[in-house]
């Protein structure tokens, strides 16, 4: 089997080396990919935003499954373009359709489909610029700290948590007044829920579905779990408190009701469901949907994939996942993230990396790299995922820690208390 894998991260990388392991395989190609992956894989140069390059890929190289690593493709409608096309609607499709990825690509949807479907999450209500002093009274009925989401998708930067009602009712007039041009043009306001996160995944053919290890990332630059947000610092699978009374609730209460709700509105959706949960005293709630697999969780989850990862990724495309079953690694995996200095603001590229061969007994996934005259080198904010095997995460964090500090550039930053709030 032919497979291209769209994306150049490391959560791409990931996936990629698990494929790479499948006996199923004849070519595995990633586009656009990046020096990790053409380890082990044909990397295709080519823009995710152009569909019809995309298609032309897929006849060149004889593909029979597209996997599609991240939203914005999807939000944007590439399967949808597949489906459309007399000449690429016979390859197998990985991803949901535009409707289906409105899960991730406006919050009110993903909201409006809990609601619907009696999935729990926050009390909420969305408002535009048309009713900008009901938002302003709304927030006066939460409690601190209060949340605004911007609608559309932002990078990862349309999630606000504001401390005091004064610091939120500006930041609601700064996203409805264009912060994220068409993407804050709604924001959802939901009420405050404490306690800790993890990240749940399922991959499905539209009806049926199997879980994936869980995992639990951790978001800020700063130790302690302090500064801003970033796209992930490192990740843990298993999460101690996801135990099987924890996520025999996640499944009954949460993920079966979207899967039966995804199935019941017609949703064309096959591929990843990402539930984003925050456990509250024991019970749990979603915080988020993601049509795709979470970095760095995805670091984690796939060295925990026991199961040859091809047939079920085939199996879902082809919506013949029923009584099919995925096997666990019964060991711990941790990443740890290194990133460039300055991160998540402003950094530098091009910065020489040292040190990749030193590293053993982990693996490298490269995030943001690239290779100049034959020297890899930091082409983004998050560089490399360290991720480790071991008896739980404290010994599995203990080996990435070790390698962590063999790999060297300028201003390379890690956090180093991975796990300690578990």
């Known amino acids: 089997m032919n497979v291209l894998l769209l994306g150049s991260g490391g959560r791409e990388h990931a996936i990629a080396w698990k494929i790479a392991q499948s006996p199923l395989l004849s070519k595995l ?13 044909t990397n295709l140069n080519c823009s995710l935003a152009d569909f019809a390059a995309i298609g032309t890929l897929t006849l060149t190289h004889q593909i029979d499954l597209i996997i599609v690593g991240p939203e914005v493709p999807l939000v944007e409608g590439l399967a949808d373009y597949f489906y459309s096309e007399e000449n690429l609607k016979h390859v197998r499709f990985l991803g949901p359709d535009k409707h289906a990825a409105q899960l991730e690509g406006s919050k009110d949807f993903a909201k409006q489909f809990m609601h619907r479907h009696g999935v729990p999450t926050a009390r909420y209500a969305t408002f535009t610029s048309e009713t900008i002093e009901e938002g302003l009274t709304y927030l006066e009925t939460l409690e601190a700290p209060y949340v605004l989401k911007a609608d559309g998708l932002a990078a990862g930067k349309g999630v606000l948590i504001l401390d005091t009602l004064g610091e939120a009712q500006e930041s609601l007039k700064t996203l409805l007044g264009g912060q994220f ?23 499905t053919d539209g009806k049926d579905y199997v879980l994936l290890p869980e995992a639990k990332d951790y978001k800020r630059i ?30 009954d209460r949460i993920v079966k009701p979207t899967m039966t709700g995804i199935h019941a509105e017609g949703m064309r959706y096959t591929g990843f469901v990402f539930f984003g949960l925050i456990n509250v005293k024991g019970e749990p709630f979603v915080i988020e949907y993601n049509c795709r697999m979470g970095d760095p969780e995805t670091e984690v989850v796939m060295p925990r994939v026991a199961s040859d990862i091809l047939p079920l990724l085939n199996a ?28 998540p603001e402003d950094y530098r590229k091009g910065d020489v990396i040292t040190g990749i061969n030193e590293v053993n007994g982990s693996m ?22 360290i991720t480790s095997y071991g008896n739980d995460i404290h010994d599995a964090l203990r080996v990435s820690y070790e390698n962590a ?18």
């Open 181 to 203: 041009g068409a993407s804050s043009a709604r924001v959802v306001i939901e009420e405050f829920l404490t306690g800790i996160e993890l990240s749940v995944f399922a991959l």
């Open 316 to 343: 879902a495309a082809s919506g013949k996942l029923a009584g099919m079953h995925l096997e666990k690694d019964a060991r711990a995996a941790c990443t740890v993230m290194l990133v460039a200095g300055g991160y």
């Open 364 to 385: 490298v996934f490269h995030a943001g790299t690239a290779l100049v005259e034959g020297n890899i080198v930091t082409n983004g904010g998050r560089v490399m995922a």
């Open 29 to 41: 190609f990633v586009a656009p990919g990046n020096p990790g992956t053409a380890a082990f894989a």
């Open 222 to 251: 700063g130790e302690g779990d302090t500064g801003l947000n970033t796209g992930g610092m490192g990740a843990v699978s298993p999460v101690p408190f996801a135990d099987d009374a924890f996520m025999t609730k996640v499944i």
């Open 405 to 422: 500090q063999k790999i060297e550039w300028k201003d390379k930053y890690y956090r180093r208390d991975l796990g300690k709030d578990l």
